[in-house]
C-alpha cells in the first residue's frame, strides 16, 4: 500500500521528474546489515523473568514521573494507571500489554527509494554521531560546531558506503539560533542527502516543523501514510518523561511517525551501579515510554532505546567501551525481542579526546558487541567523541570504514562447494601458494573484506609517505571526499518551496539562542 | 598426583625455601578467565560436516608432507597411513581416531603454583606477542630486538594483572647468537618472571635444552609427571610439516610437554581465498599434526592452533581485524570443540606501524571475537604491531589493559535480588540520581571495570597535562612499571645451576647468527 501510495504521488506530482534528475554517481550504500548469525544469549529466561518482573514492581510500585503533562496523565488514568499528582502508577502487567500494538517491524523511507530502510528483525542499521556541541575540525581545533561543519558530516555521511541514514543532530549548529536551527538541519538532510533522516525533538513545535517539511519533501498523502522520520526521544532517567521530549513523541506518534524511546543513562548515577539493576530500570522505562507511544497512536512505529555507559567512580566520568556497557547493551537487547520491537542501542562511543588508540578501542568494543547484541538501529555509528560533547570529521571517516567489517561479520560464511575449494587445494597441494590458482583468480576481487582507510603498505613505502598515522589519513580522506562530493539530484520546485517554509517559519519568531 | 609429587619435591629438595623466599609484593594476576557465556555458533552442525568431510578428503586423496623426516614416515606407515615419498595420505577417519586420546584439558606448571593455569574447557588463557624481530622502542626507534628489550618485556608480563603466562619469544633477541639465545630467553622468564612460559622449538636440541632448564628450575621428577611448557609448533601451510618444528613437536611430546600444533596462514596465499575453504585446511593440517603428535606419545597434551589472517589483494599484506579473520576465528573453535581439544587463535592482532587508532581498531576486532569464538589459550594477547614484524612495549601495556575488559565479559552478570537494586531504586525514585545512595556506596569500588590507562579526565585537566594521547600515557606507564618492576624470588642455588647449564651450553658451540 506504501509503495502504491508512493506511484500514485509519482503520478500525480514531482515524484517521477524528481527520480529521473536523480544523480547518476552517487556512492552505491549498502542495503542494511541483514545478520543471519546467532545473537548473543547474555541471559537466560529465569534471568530475564526476574527483570522483567522487577521493572513491572517498578512501573506498580515506585511509578514514574510525566512532568507538566496533564494530557498524559490523562491518558494513563484512561488507560488504568493509578496517578499520583505527576506520578503514574502503571499496574503490573499494563504496560506489557499497550506495548503490544507497537510493530516490530517498519520501513523508513528516503526520498531515493533505493536507501529506504527496514527497522526491525534480523536488519541493523546504521546512523552517525548525535548531539556534539563540539567539532575537532580538520586543523585540529576543538571548537563549537556551526551550520558549515553540520554540511560536511552531512556530506559524509551521503558518501559512506556503509551508513543507512543520514542522521538527525549531527553536530549542533551552534552558530545559528537554537529555535531556528532544526530548520537548517533538516534542510541539509533533505537537500545534501538523499538517506533517511531523523527529525527534530527540541520542542513540539519543531516537531512538527519536521513533519511539514516532510509534507513538502515526499508529498502530504505519503507522510500520512508512510514513515519518513525515525526521531529521538531520551527519557531523563531516572523514571522522569518532561513535557518537552513526550509533546515531541506525541506529534511523531500521532502522525505515524517513528520514535526512538531511549532511557539516557551513565550508570552508577541516573540507574543502579550494577548491570542487573540498570536493565531492571531501562526496561521500566521503556515499557511506560512505548506504552505511552501507543496511547497516543496504538500501531506508531517505535523502537526500544537503550543509550546506557558506566562510570569511572574515582572521576565520575561516564565510560564506554567497557564489560559492563556491553553487558547491558547484550541484556537490553534480549528484553527488546522479548517484547518484539526494533532495538536501538550502540555506537562509536568513546571518551577520549582525540581520534586515537583509545577512541579506538573503545569504539571497536562498542560496534562488536552491539552487532553480537543484535542491535537493530545504532545511532552514533560513527564520528563520536569524548563522551559526546565532540564531533570529529576524522572519526568519523574512521569508524565509517569500521562499520564495513559489520556488514561482512553479521552474515554466516557460505560452504558451498566452490567456497570449501577443495579443487584449488589439490591444484596447490602441500608446500604451494594459491596467489595464482584458478579459484583465487575467480574470488579474490569480493573475498575479503578491504578497509578504504587503514594502512596496508610496507614500511618503507609508508616511510616515504611521511609516516601517516590513522588520523592523518582520516584527515587527508575527509577532505577528499568533500572535495568529490556531488550533490544528489532534487527537482528545484521541492528545493525552493523546502526554502519559503524556512524563510516563513524563521521570520515568525525572534532569534533565540537557548 | 601432580601436586603430590611437587610436595615431595618441596620437602626433597629447595621448594619450601624457594617458596618461602617469594616476594610480597608481587602484583595479583587474575586466574584464568573462566568463561560462562555461550560462544558464537557460526555455522550449523551441517556446515561444520561438510567441512569436516572436505578435510578427511584432503588428508586420504592429497596428503601432507613429513620433510627430511624418514622417522614420522616410518611412525605414519606402521599406523596405517599410505605413504608415498614424503607424501603422507592419511585414511578417512584415521587422523581423528589417533586425536581421541589427546586431553580435553590440561595443567600448565608456573613455578610459583598460584600461577600454574589449566588449558581447556571454559577456560582462556592469555600470553604476549611472540616472534617479532623489531622493537618500537620507548624513544620511537624501529631497530631490531635485543635481550634488553625482552627483558623489559617479561618484566611488563610479570606485573600485567591481566596477563596469564610470560610468554616465549616475546622478541627476538638478535643482539645474541641464534643459537645461544633461547638460553638467555628462557633463562628471563625463569627468573624474572614465576608466570607459565614457552619453550624453544627452532630446533630439537634447543627443545631438548628447554626441557632440561625446567628440570633444574622445577625438579626432574616434577617435570617428568607434570606439563611445565607450552610450545608453538606451526605448521608449513599449505599442509606440510617440516623436520625442525616436528623435531621440536617429538621432543616435547615424548616429555609430555604441551604444543600448541598450528597452521599460520595468509588466506589467500597459503590458503584458499574463501573462509570455507581456509576451514578445511585448517583442519585437515591440526588434525595431521595432532595425530602426530599421539603417535608420539599417546595423551601428550596439545592445542588446536589456528593463527589466520585475510590477506589485501592489493598489496598482498596481511590483513588483521577482518570480519573473514574473525569468521575463521569462530569457525576454528568450533572444529576444536568438536574434537575436543583446547583451542589457541586470537590475539593483539595489527598491521599498523604505529600504536595509533589502526592498530587499537584491528587489535579490538581481535580480542573481541576470539572471546566469542571460545579461544583457550591466546597468544600474542598484548603487545603486537606491524603484522607481528614489531614488538612494542607502549602497545604491551594498551593491549594488556584492554585484556581486563575480557576477564569481564566472560561472566554472566548476576541478577540476586542485591544486583537487582529494587531498593536503590525505591531509594532514589524519579528524579533523583544513584551517586549517594546506599547501594552504589555498598557496591561502587568494585561495580564497573576501569582502565588503568586510558585518559577519563576532563578536558581541561588533560589539556592542563600536555593533552597526552593514549601512545604517550602508555609510554608513561611502561617507564613507571619498569621502575617499579620487583623481581620474583628464586632460590640462588637455582639461579646459579640454570646460569651454569647456559654457560656449559654456550661454550660447547661457536655462535651463529642464522
Redesign the interface.
Known amino acids: 500500500m506504501a509503495d502504491e501510495s508512493r506511484r500514485r504521488r509519482g503520478r500525480g506530482g514531482g515524484g517521477a521528474a524528481r527520480r529521473a534528475e536523480r544523480s547518476s554517481t552517487q556512492v552505491e550504500t549498502a542495503k542494511v546489515i541483514a545478520r543471519d548469525?546467532?545473537t548473543?544469549?547474555?541471559?537466560d529466561d529465569a534471568?530475564l523473568d526476574?527483570?522483567e518482573v522487577?521493572a513491572e514492581?517498578?512501573l506498580e510500585?515506585?511509578?514514574?514521573?510525566f512532568v507538566e503533562n496533564p494530557a498524559a496523565l490523562d491518558r494513563w488514568r484512561e488507560a488504568g494507571a493509578d496517578v499520583q499528582g505527576e506520578?503514574v502508577h502503571i499496574p503490573r502487567g499494563l504496560a506489557r500489554k499497550l506495548c503490544a500494538t507497537a510493530p516490530a517491524k517498519f520501513t523508513h523511507h528516503a526520498r531515493n527509494p533505493e536507501h529506504s530502510v527496514e527497522i526491525g528483525g534480523d536488519n541493523l542499521v546504521l546512523a552517525p554521531v548525535y548531539g556534539p556541541p563540539f567539532v575537532l575540525d580538520l586543523e585540529g581545533n576543538?571548537r563549537y560546531a556551526t551550520l558549515a561543519d553540520f554540511h560536511d558530516f552531512v556530506k559524509l555521511g551521503q558518501m559512506s558506503p556503509w551508513l543507512h541514514l543520514s542522521g538527525g543532530t549531527v553536530c549542533e549548529p551552534t552558530d545559528i539560533p537554537a529555535n531556528k536551527r532544526h530548520l537548517d538541519m533538516l534542510l541539509a538532510h533533505m537537500t545534501l542527502s538523499d538517506k533517511p533522516f531523523m527529525g527534530a525533538v527540541t520542542e513540539p513545535e519543531r516537531a512538527r516543523h519536521s513533519i511539514e517539511m516532510c509534507e513538502i519533501l515526499f508529498g502530504t498523502e505519503f507522510v500520512a501514510q508512510n514513515t519518513v522520520m525515525t526521531s529521538l526521544i531520551n527519557i531523563?532517567s531516572?523514571?522522569?518523561f518532561d513535557s518537552v521530549m513526550m509533546g515531541a513523541l506525541e506529534e511523531y506518534a500521532t502522525a505515524n511517525q517513528a520514535c526512538i524511546i531511549s532511557p539516557f543513562i551513565v550508570?552508577?548515577?541516573?540507574?543502579?551501579?550494577?548491570?542487573?539493576?540498570t536493565l531492571?530500570?531501562v526496561f521500566a522505562e521503556v515499557l511506560a515510554g512505548i506504552a505511552y507511544s501507543q496511547l497516543i497512536r496504538p500501531g506508531a512505529p517505535v523502537i526500544f532505546g537503550a543509550f546506557v555507559t558506566?562510570?569511572?567512580?574515582?572521576?565520575?566520568?561516564p565510560?564506554f567501551?567497557?564489560?559492563?556497557a556491553?553487558?547491558i547493551t547484550a541484556?537490553a537487547g534480549q528484553l527488546a525481542r522479548r517484547l518484539g520491537v526494533p532495538y536501538r542501542s550502540g555506537g562509536s562511543f568513546n571518551?577520549?579526546?582525540?581520534?586515537?588508540?583509545?577512541?579506538?578501542?573503545?569504539?571497536?568494543?562498542s560496534l562488536?558487541?552491539a552487532l553480537?547484541s543484535g542491535v537493530n538501529f545504532m545511532l552514533h555509528a560513527c564520528g563520536w567523541l569524548?563522551g559526546g560533547?565532540v564531533a570529529s570529521p576524522e572519526k568519523f571517516v574512521?569508524d565509517a570504514d569500521?562499520l564495513g567489517?559489520l556488514?561482512?561479520?553479521a552474515r554466516?560464511?557460505?560452504?558451498?562447494d566452490?567456497?570449501?575449494?577443495?579443487d584449488?587445494?589439490?591444484e596447490?597441494?602441500?608446500?604451494?601458494?594459491?596467489?595464482g590458482c584458478a579459484?583465487?583468480q575467480a574470488?579474490?576481487?569480493t573475498?575479503?573484506?578491504?578497509?578504504n582507510l587503514?594502512?596496508?603498505?610496507?614500511?618503507e613505502t609508508?616511510i616515504d609517505d611521511a609516516?601517516p598515522?590513522?588520523?592523518t589519513l582520516?584527515n587527508r580522506k575527509v577532505r577528499k571526499l568533500l572535495a568529490d562530493y556531488e550533490q544528489p539530484g532534487l527537482d528545484p520546485a521541492i528545493r525552493d518551496a523546502l526554502q519559503d517554509y524556512i524563510a516563513r517559519r524563521k521570520s515568525e519568531v525572534a532569534d533565540a539562542f537557548s
Open positions: 548469525i546467532p548473543l544469549t547474555l541471559f534471568a526476574r527483570i522487577a514492581t517498578v510500585e515506585i511509578g514514574v514521573n506520578r576543538r531523563n531516572p523514571l522522569t550508570g552508577g548515577a541516573m540507574s543502579p551501579v550494577t548491570v542487573a539493576g531492571v530500570q558506566s562510570i569511572d567512580m574515582n572521576s565520575g566520568a565510560t567501551g567497557t564489560p559492563e556491553a553487558q541484556g571518551g577520549s579526546k582525540l581520534p586515537d588508540a583509545q577512541a579506538a578501542y573503545e569504539t571497536a568494543n562488536n558487541l553480537m569524548e560533547l574512521m569500521q567489517i556488514h561482512r561479520l554466516k560464511p557460505s560452504v558451498s566452490d567456497d570449501l575449494a577443495l584449488a587445494i589439490r596447490v597441494g602441500p608446500g604451494g601458494h594459491f596467489l579459484h583465487t574470488n579474490f576481487k573475498a575479503f573484506w578491504r578497509s587503514l594502512d596496508y603498505r610496507p614500511y609508508w609516516a598515522d590513522t588520523r582520516a
